[in-house]
């Protein structure tokens, strides 16, 4: 339902976003990853009609977002980042502006208000003006008016930033229940979000894709999957770690000490190989005490970060 | 129009959303009635009609006017507001009429409440209503003038106190801009017809015109084009604006 092709944008010496290509179909949840300033909100503002492209082609369910751009717009709820909206509005008066717009009129404009302020749960603050709104109420405001007309198409930036977990547990929930309808694309710093809520992962890096997958599938890439984690006292933590270099099926064996005595032996597996049961055998056989024992399915933040570049190098490249 | 009205409404409840409309009303009354009263001597000139209030108009609308137009596009690029209005399903040139229409009809209310003068000088003796009308359509012809020089300065800027001052300068230049001033900056090199070309957009002569009792196609087409103009510019200058 979402078509990226070739997406490029340039602000002056600065490229944003370079050629970026991506296809968004129904019942997906991309989550869409990457360090500040690597372009996913300029990508989400060019996707949504704000920003045009300098270059590439964008077809929201087939409306060419740059010639028939209102066409589009009608298609797509948008939480931009920040979730603004009018400060001196009450919320009630905000979603009746935006059911107008969406050429909403009478009972069906009341009951799309209503529905939406039901789903995010914002019906005890309509009456306030949003201004005086909490930073959660605020943010699920942005989100109602985003879904009021349930788009096809969905694009939030950053939708649980500053929500409490209540709140983002409740956001997810909304999220999950909408997705299998629409085509959806959230913007998060929260790699646990990604793993909670998206059926795809999306990392880009100076404005391009170097990553797109399943969560599984980049959890795989991270040298933490199929490691198992064991935690013994000290007493027991060097004869244990020779014992588990032992296994044939692991390459390494990585020591951290934790400040109460005790050690997290970390077994890394030969490639594709699994662990756990050999090192569970291991532990009961030699009669270790062992206080916890973890497979890790891998882990988000480090692939993130092998992937990706910090702050300094990527302003460097910006303006190389 | 489909797209207008709705901008429109929710620009013009935003005016009495907050104490803005109701302090521009009063100060705006308030300042014409001193104006007229004891700046003009409107009762010792002992004549009956609105000259001396209408002469005025041009001058508060300086100031006043910059005051309700500052924050039309300046407030939405600072708060991010303009983000959501535009990638709402409304075309651009939409949003920028709506919302210029909503300041046009605020400063209408705020022109038709000086009813009250009228009253007074038909009260008094017998003026000219079909001058005093004209007027009051020459002074509603020269708020939007104002207006949506305001609008475009507005949109060029996320700062407020920046829209204001530059538009009461760049409304004061169009106000006198027959005024030898204006005229004498352009006398030393500009050709002749371009002298001409600056002094036939001041304010004050197409207005002056107006108030003498004459509506003519010329006036009403100055402040047409010269709104018209301004408008086009805003919505450019909103486009470019998105890029920063």
């Known amino acids: 339902m979402i078509e990226i092709e070739g997406l490029t944008k340039r602000f002056g010496a600065v490229t944003a976003v370079a050629g970026l ?42 409306h060419d977002i740059e010639t028939a751009t209102v066409e589009a717009q009608a298609l797509i709820g948008y939480l931009p980042e920040g979730a603004p909206s009018y400060g001196d509005m009450t919320a009630g008066r905000f979603l009746a502006f935006i059911a107008e717009v969406r050429c909403f009129r009478g009972t069906e404009a009341k009951a799309r208000v209503k529905d939406a302020v039901e789903k995010t749960e914002i019906g005890p603050v309509l009456d306030q003006p949003i201004e005086t709104l909490s930073k959660g109420f605020k943010r699920r405001v942005g989100l109602a008016q985003a879904i009021l007309h349930d788009p096809p198409v969905l694009i939030m930036d950053e939708p649980t930033d500053g929500l409490d977990p209540n709140q983002k547990h409740s956001v997810r929930t909304l999220i999950r229940a909408m ?94 190989a699994l662990l756990i049961e050999a090192v569970s055998a291991l532990a009961m056989r030699e009669k270790w005490t062992v206080r916890e024992m973890v497979a890790e399915p891998g882990r988000l933040d480090e692939v993130f970060r092998a992937i990706t570049t910090d702050d300094a190098q990527r302003a460097k490249a910006a303006r190389a | 129009m489909n797209y207008v ?60 006017v910059p005051a309700i137009s500052m924050r039309l596009w300046a407030e939405e690029r600072k708060s991010g507001t303009v983000e959501l209005l535009l990638t709402l399903p409304v075309p651009l040139w939409a949003s920028v009429v709506g919302k210029y229409l909503a300041a046009w009809v605020f400063t209408a209310i705020a022109l038709l409440l000086t009813f009250p003068i009228w009253l007074t000088v038909n ?21 939007g003038g104002y207006l949506a020089i305001g609008a475009c300065i507005s949109a060029a800027t996320t700062n407020q106190v ?33 002298i001409e070309a600056v002094s036939s957009f ?43």
């Open chain 1, 21 to 62: 290509s991506l296809k968004v179909g129904k019942g997906e949840v991309l989550g869409f990853l990457g360090p500040n300033g690597a372009g996913k909100s300029t990508t989400m503002k060019m996707v949504t009609g704000y920003l045009a492209p300098t270059d590439g082609k964008i077809r929201v369910c087939g």
């Open chain 1, 179 to 272: 997705a299998a309808e629409k085509a959806i694309i959230i913007s998060t710093h929260l790699l646990e979000e990604v793993e909670a809520i998206c059926t795809r992962a999306v990392i880009i890096d100076r404005g391009a894709v170097v990553a797109d997958g399943t969560p599984g599938e980049l959890l795989a890439r991270s040298r933490y999957h199929n490691a198992v984690t064991v935690v013994l006292p000290e007493s027991e933590a060097n004869a244990a770690a020779a014992k588990l270099k032992g296994l044939s099926p692991v390459a390494g064996v990585e020591r951290t000490a934790r400040p109460d005595g005790i050690v997290q032996l970390t077994a890394f597996p030969r490639s594709g």
């Open chain 2, 5 to 64: 009205l709705p901008i429109f409404k929710r620009e013009f409840a935003a005016y009495f959303a907050t104490p803005l409309a109701y302090v521009f009303i009063v100060i705006f009354l308030f300042a014409m009635g001193v104006f007229t009263f004891y700046v003009g001597h409107f009762y010792e000139n002992g004549i009956a009609d609105l000259s001396v209030f209408f002469g005025f108009h041009p001058w508060l609308y300086l100031f006043l």
């Open chain 2, 123 to 143: 009260f008094l003796g017998e003026p000219d209503n079909g001058v005093i009308l004209a007027s009051y359509i020459g002074s509603f012809l020269m708020a």
């Open chain 2, 162 to 194: 920046i829209a204001f001052v530059v538009s009461v300068v760049v409304c004061f230049l169009f106000t006198v801009s027959g005024a030898p001033l204006v005229l004498d900056f352009f006398r030393a090199w500009a050709p002749l017809p371009l």
């Open chain 2, 202 to 244: 001041s304010f004050l002569t197409h207005f002056t015109a107006i108030t003498q009792g004459v509506i003519d196609l010329r006036d009403v087409v100055f402040f047409g084009s010269l709104i018209a103009l301004f408008l086009t510019a805003n919505v450019v200058i909103v486009d470019l604006s998105k890029d920063r």
